[in-house]
């Protein structure tokens, strides 16, 4: 059953990422959190983002702008090292309340309240219209970079902040995605080989065929994605994006998940 609900998930929230611009790591990640602990369920996730990612620089990467790559890209890098070494930190807390629901025992760590709160967070940044609308200075990249790349390493939340800086550098559509999906994907290396240099727990060749599905099935919601770009309106799935974080970072918040 894992595998279906993996699979779906990384399709539909691939799927997503092509008309919101950010999506997968949020949606997949508390999907993966349904069958692992939620440090686990960040790796594996990050995994998946990231070749995913590298799936998309094969279609547009050559459009990227590599100055602003370097500008924002090298002070994200550094973020997101502190943002994983905070969340291994965490990851070995104790739970800070355990409470009975449906007789069932839940336990709410630190580490889980902390993504609850950044999933609430970028969810209310989609349904605010001022929010919705911020955009930063130009000169604001370095700043940019660092806030990005620390959320990116702490809970792989990366894309909504990212976008954010970026728009107001004048940069056409093309090389805006491009730049994107550039600089995501040195998030992503780095988050990663601080998550694999710590965690022996994430298993990769146990773990391998569930994390091979979610993959596949995310290149599928990638193609399609692309497909039906020109058929989905930018602002239904913003929406339906926001709901569903929102939802999932109260049951997350919760420990139900």
Do not use: C
């Not at 001022?130 to 700043?143: S, T, Y």
């Not at 620390?150 to 995605?177: E, N, P, T």
């Not at 998030?187 to 569930?210: A, C, H, K, V, W």
């Amino acid at each position: 059953m894992e595998y279906v609900i993996i699979a779906l998930v990384a399709a539909f929230a691939s799927l997503l990422t092509f008309f919101s611009g950010f999506g997968l790591g949020t949606i997949l990640t508390p999907a993966f959190m349904l069958f692992f602990p939620i440090e686990v369920a960040i790796a594996l996730t990050g995994i998946v983002h990231l070749l995913n990612n590298l799936f998309k620089m094969g279609l547009v990467g050559m459009k990227a702008n590599w100055g602003v790559v370097l500008r924002f890209g090298a002070p994200a890098v550094v973020g997101a090292f502190i943002g994983a070494s905070l969340l291994l930190r965490f990851s070995v807390s104790e739970p800070i309340y355990v409470y009975q629901l449906f007789g069932h025992q839940l336990e709410v760590f630190t580490v889980n309240l902390i993504v609850a709160g950044l999933m609430a967070f970028f969810a209310i940044f989609e349904l605010v219209p001022a929010l919705k609308k911020l955009e930063f200075d130009k000169n604001k990249l370095f700043v940019g970079g660092a806030i990005s790349g620390f959320f990116g390493g702490l809970s792989g939340h990366q894309g909504a902040l990212r976008s954010a800086f970026l728009i107001r550098y004048g940069l056409s559509k093309d090389v805006f995605i491009a730049t994107g999906i550039t600089i995501a994907s040195f998030i992503d290396i780095t988050r990663l080989g601080l998550y694999f240099s710590r965690m022996e727990e994430i298993n990769i060749q146990d773990n391998l065929p569930i994390l091979i599905t979610a993959v596949l099935s995310a290149f599928l919601g990638a193609y399609f994605g692309r497909k039906l770009l020109k058929k989905v309106t930018l602002g239904f799935v913003q929406w339906t994006v926001a709901i569903m974080i929102l939802i999932l970072s109260v049951l997350l918040g919760m420990g139900v998940i």
